[in-house]
């Protein structure tokens, strides 16, 4: 029998901290996962929805706080489905997102063993973010520009984030007064024109470029670029998306960054880590579990505008990027004429398409190197990579659970997980980088 029903209240104790900052409690043994609680906290629920092995339930009341609550000072938390981390002191966090990645390696991909080997907190918990996209919508019958509500698809109006660049929300701030004093309304789906405004910050430069997404033409191109210019001294471009289409209204539609000694030309539909400091520190991870000798050939997949393979192409004999996004291989072709490099190969095509013609063509990797979405690698990638035996495999991964299932396919096809460990991104919020070692098993 299931002890709970929804819309009862009950006392609880929570127990610790799920993945994606759920708190884990228990009514009768029966497991009920609240969002906003602690370790420690002793809360009043009320259960919202009934599975077959767990309930969900909201905050109604913190009776007892854990002293891992902190008060925060985020006036949009927790309306804001950004940060779901922030009622929680910064240790709190570090250890929830240990034990986060941890327990999902051993119950997604059963190493019962597996601990991290280090984990590497963030020196700066805010105003660390490099990009933020502000959403368009309508209140009151006035454009607004904000992010998404944590419990539906509205947009929650943001005057300052505390974890972005400061200049961001008084760009799109900008780009709300100009739309509304032009009688520019927000695209629903069905009708209007703005969709939103995408903010990017370069470190190295100190720069900002932003891009509006829009559903059709916008009037007074040039006046909203004005109107973001005059909100900020460091835009150095400003571009507008139209169905797929980009083309610049001012400036330049690229941004320059420097990391690991290299420079690295952006353009806005290329990804890049949203935080510089931390960046280098997981590339560093992924480059030291990679431990590349001078005639190693390197396979880095999903390279993005190739950041991990230029790195590895100051110690290795061949370095050979796949990027499905062209535009992305464009930006690391550039920048390794940039940076004089001339080890390092890029190609534009699925991994899972170009990976096993690579190898059936002799380019046989003694390290790959792994950086995929969030959905992680496809089993087609994963043969293709352990047809070929490389030495190491380095899986880089924002994801615990696709991490988990893609490491067990690894590992079922003769490796050995040989180092672990986290980078901490994305402070405040549920997420976290993981990197991977796997090492092929020796042959008895």
Same mark, same amino acid.
């Given at each position: ?213 829009? &559903?059709?033409?916008?009037? *007074?191109?040039? #006046?909203?670029?004005? @109107?973001?210019?005059? =909100?900020? $001294?460091?835009?150095?471009? !400003? ?92 930006? &690391?072709?550039?920048?390794? *004429?940039?940076? #004089?490099?001339?080890? @390092?190969?890029?190609? =534009?095509? $699925?991994?899972?398409?170009? !990976? ?89």
């Amino acid at each position: 029998m299931i002890p709970v029903s929804v819309g009862e209240e009950y006392v609880i104790c929570i127990e610790s901290v799920a993945a994606l900052g759920s708190g884990v409690g228990r009514v009768n043994g029966f497991t009920v996962f609240v969002p906003l609680t602690a370790g420690g906290d002793v809360v009043k629920v009320r259960i919202i929805r009934v599975r077959r092995s767990f309930a969900e339930a909201e905050l109604i009341e913190v009776i007892e706080p854990s002293p891992d609550r902190t008060e925060q000072e985020c006036p949009y938390f927790p309306r804001c489905g950004g940060c779901r981390l922030r009622h929680m002191n910064y240790g709190a966090q570090v250890e929830c997102k240990r034990m986060m990645v941890e327990d999902t390696m051993k119950r997604i991909g059963g190493f019962k063993d597996f601990v991290l080997d280090k984990f590497i907190p963030a020196p700066n918990t805010d105003h660390y973010r490099n990009k933020a996209v502000f959403r368009a919508s309508e209140r009151n019958g006035r454009v607004i520009f904000g992010f998404s509500s944590a419990k539906s698809r509205d947009i929650i109006p943001i005057g300052h984030c505390l974890i972005c660049d400061a200049d961001f929300a008084e760009i799109a701030a900008a780009a709300a007064d100009h739309a509304n004093k032009h009688g520019i309304r927000a695209y629903d789906g069905r009708k209007g024109t703005l969709k939103s405004v995408f903010v990017r910050s370069s470190r190295a430069s100190g720069k900002i470029a932003a891009v509006i997404s829009a &559903a059709g033409k916008l009037p *007074e191109e040039r #006046g909203l670029a004005d @109107a973001l210019i005059a =909100a900020s $001294g460091k835009i150095s471009g !400003v571009m507008l998306e139209n169905n797929g289409k980009l083309h610049t209204v001012y400036g330049s539609e690229t941004l320059t960054e420097n990391i690991l000694g290299i420079r690295f030309d952006i353009s806005p539909e290329s990804f890049l880590q949203v935080n510089p400091g931390q960046t280098e520190q997981l590339y560093k991870t992924a480059l030291d579990f990679a431990d590349i000798g001078g005639n190693d050939t390197v396979m880095d997949l999903y390279c993005g505008i190739g950041t991990i393979s230029l790195a590895a192409a100051k110690n290795a004999g061949r370095v050979i990027g796949v990027e499905k996004n062209e535009r992305a291989v464009r930006d &690391a072709r550039r920048n390794a *004429e940039l940076n #004089g490099i001339r080890n @390092a190969e890029f190609f =534009a095509a $699925g991994a899972e398409d170009i !990976v096993p013609e690579l190898i059936k063509s002799g380019a046989t990797p003694d390290v790959v190197i792994l950086d995929p979405p969030r959905s992680g690698s496809s089993e087609k990638t994963i043969d293709a990579i352990c047809s070929a035996q490389p030495g190491r495999i380095v899986y880089v991964s924002c994801d615990s659970a696709s991490l988990a299932r893609d490491v067990k396919r690894i590992a079922c096809r003769g490796y050995r997980i040989s180092r672990a460990a986290a980078v901490d991104m994305f402070p405040h919020t549920s997420h976290v980088e993981t990197v991977v070692r796997l090492s092929k098993c020796k042959r008895e």
